[in-house]
């Protein structure tokens, strides 16, 4: 392990930062383990609080009305609620995206053509305005599409 290590090894209560975080460190855990039994109900309530779910509950045993729509508000306050709407907001713009996979390995010549038969296919629908087809990734980090994503 230290085939890697260059020069003397110091101790680590020599090093500053170690000295540092070894002083921000252990009072937390002493009193974490003074009080333990604090420390995991605090735990189990954090763990109910975040998979709590509070809107399957109001919905299931309120009525219709406006004091099930307050209850669906105060359900705001339970991450759970909020799963799988965080990372992409509701789009009613229109848009449909239609990313088809082929083989791995495909040419790009092959690419080209399915890319032109799916766009001339999706085009032929009279509610279609415009149609735009990729294959491969782009030249920016935020794209690591392979060539067989259309």
Known sequence: MGWFIRGQNSEEEKNPINRFLIWLY???VDLAIRYRWLVLVCGVVLVVWVF???NSLVARLLPAGRVQEMSFSVGKIFPYQNIGSEFMPPLYEGDLLYMPTTFPGISPTKAREL???TDRIIK???E???????AGRAETPTDPAPMDMI
Request: charged share 15%; glycine share 6%.
């Open 26 to 28: 252990k009072p937390v």
């Open 52 to 54: 709590f779910p509070w």
């Open 115 to 117: 890319i032109q038969v």
């Open 124 to 126: 032929s629908f009279p």
């Open 128 to 134: 279609v305005e415009t149609v735009f087809g990729k």
